[in-house]
């Protein structure tokens, strides 16, 4: 299922903590999709010095968190921001289809941590944000009845399999529009 | 490394003796039942055998058990078979919220063509309350279909107090016994059910065989229409080494249920007492006693069920897990959530069920290897830095 570089940053995860006296915080995700990442930095001059995360999450939660921060260490902050989601994936051999949108968030939570520290240096004690969406949370869904993508932008009509699909206003799942709930049986209004 | 195995609800391995039963009727005894030669009236005469031996271990005449070629399979066929079947009555079906994709699916299914359902809820150890199934019904109530025992959190369902709720009101009652067949004492007669699923997989049967008994009288279509195999209820050559195969495991099932059963339930308990007690907030997932002997479910709280599997795995224990992450959907288990569980509560899920055979000594490496990996997987849990802080 996972790519053996995968396995071995989630059994050996690099940078795992909390840095008590960092220079900035993000965090990205939420309980209900799975995966919640928090991401501390410290920064010297224009480069991160240390970074560290902490992640409640699947294998791939943990093993895109250490590759992001194994990766991001000794960068210039710019160059921390240019690292995207899609290069993590790449970079740990690539990840199952069904968790690239909701383990593979490690690049949002470095970039949330960043403008965290950014925030900090003009001033304003910025409170530590929750990103609940992730970038291209759209781009990256799935219709639960034939696993082809949905389109982007909200788009709620699987084209592969003909369904109306809406997010269940009980539990949030992706399902089908006027039926009761794929994943939990609440009762759906038609779209 | 010798693996532990935790995992019946996915796989068993199937017995000995039952694969030297059904062997013979791969290749010797290959004849088609339905051929009135002596070969086939021999593979006849052993699907016959086989069905008398699945009606023993449920208290049913054999001419009630259909055979079919999984646990899904009898739950669609009972779903829309029955309901079809008494679309005169009326088009509303009542299920519980926790039972099996096939009950709920097939339900669902039957929507498209004007049916409605009713879900029922359950309480946190996961049980139907039979006066909700009571209030549930309608004068156009045709099914009720409530599992005999859930395979996620174990919890043994009322179905004979449902079962006469159902009979007064005079309404048709199919249970899903996959889980519970072979595990607990199953007496169609006693429980008083219209319909009832099972697979012999989990009693250590081979996969693609099943049955659904069906209460003689009770009218049913058939879902896959065809020849006059099972009585014209189920087309389709009969899998004489599949049905053999349950047979036999119906057979063994039956002799040794209660003795398999003590043995379980003493390293169920085990498990169930000790890893709460070795572990700072773990909660047991179902009823504590209403619940199958094989079956220990757990949440633990701060981590996640997938990346616990995983590190199980690598010392060598299968389990499952009801977590959104071990999901294809990435939803968290309906059963869970149906309990009243909240998100983070559901991804801890971890689920032991032990097979026929498992060691002492397995539950005991269970409980020396699981402590260590949730305290490595908390250390990385921004949930239990949280946790820490605040009971600070």
């Known amino acids: ?191 | 490394m010798r693996r532990r195995y935790f995992d019946h609800i996915a796989a068993t391995p199937v017995h000995a003796d039952v694969l030297a039963a059904l062997l013979p009727f791969v290749r010797e005894t290959f004849g088609n039942p339905q051929s009135l030669h002596s070969d086939g009236q021999a593979a006849l005469m052993a699907v016959d055998e086989a069905r008398e031996k699945v009606a023993a271990l449920l208290g049913s005449k054999p001419d009630e058990v259909i055979f079919t070629s999984s646990g899904s399979e009898s739950n669609n066929f009972a779903l829309k078979g029955l309901a079809q079947a008494q679309q005169a009555r009326g088009k509303h079906l009542v299920v519980s919220a926790v039972e099996h994709p096939s009950v709920l699916n097939a339900a669902k299914s039957l929507e498209r063509q004007g049916f409605r359902t009713t879900v029922v809820p359950v309480d946190r150890f996961g049980r139907v309350d039979p006066a909700d199934v009571e209030k549930a019904l309608m004068p156009e109530t045709s099914l009720v279909s409530v599992m005999l025992a859930n395979s996620e959190v174990g919890t043994i369902e009322p179905v004979a107090e449902i079962a006469r709720v159902c009979r007064a009101r005079k309404v048709l009652i199919h249970t899903d016994a996959v889980a519970a067949a072979g595990a607990i004492p199953i007496d169609v007669k006693a429980l008083d059910v219209d319909a009832l699923s099972l697979a012999a997989n989990p009693f250590y049967g081979p996969r693609g065989a099943a049955a659904l008994y069906v209460r003689k009288g009770v009218r049913i279509l058939p879902l896959i229409e065809g020849g006059l195999q099972e009585g014209g209820r189920r087309a389709g050559s009969e899998d004489v080494p599949a049905i053999v195969g349950l047979g036999k495991a119906a057979e063994l099932a039956g002799e040794r249920l209660e003795a398999r059963r003590a043995e379980a339930v003493a390293l169920r308990d085990r498990l169930l007492a000790e890893l709460p007690r070795r572990v700072e907030r773990v909660v047991v997932t179902g009823h504590p006693t209403e619940r199958l002997p094989y079956h220990a479910s757990f949440c633990v709280e701060f981590i996640e069920g997938e990346a616990m599997l995983l590190h199980l795995d690598m010392q060598g224990i299968s389990v499952s897990s009801g977590s959104a992450c071990t999901s294809k959907s990435l939803k968290a288990s309906h059963v869970l959530l149906a309990m009243g569980l909240d998100h983070a509560l559901a991804q801890g899920s971890v689920v032991f069920s032990l097979i026929e055979g498992t060691p002492a000594e397995d539950v005991d490496a269970v409980l020396d290897a699981f402590p260590p990996i949730i305290a490595r997987l908390r250390k990385m849990s921004p949930l239990w830095t949280k946790y820490l802080q605040e009971k600070k």
């Open chain 1, 1 to 191: 299922m996972y790519s053996e570089k995968v396995m071995d940053h989630f059994q050996n995860p690099r940078n795992v903590g909390v840095l008590a006296d960092a220079d900035g915080v993000g965090q990205v995700g939420n309980p209900v999709c799975g995966d919640m990442m928090t991401f501390y930095i410290k920064v010297k001059g224009t480069r991160l010095a240390d970074v560290k995360f902490q992640t409640f999450g699947c294998g791939a939660a943990i093993a895109v968190s250490s590759m992001v921060s194994e990766m991001a260490i000794g960068k210039t902050l710019e160059e921390a921001m240019a690292i995207t989601n899609e290069v993590v994936a790449e970079e740990l051999g690539g990840l199952p289809k069904n968790k690239l949108h909701c383990s593979n968030l490690g690049a949002d939570a470095l970039h949330a941590a960043i403008q965290n520290y950014k925030d900090r240096q003009v001033g304003f004690a910025a409170p530590v944000k929750t990103i609940e969406e992730h970038e291209g949370h759209e781009e990256e869904c799935h219709c639960p009845y034939c696993e082809s993508p949905i389109a982007a932008g909200g788009e709620t009509f699987c084209t592969a399999c003909k369904v109306n699909l809406i997010e269940c206003p009980a539990c949030g799942g992706i399902t089908k529009a006027g039926e009761p709930c794929l994943h939990c049986g609440a009762e759906t209004k038609q779209a």
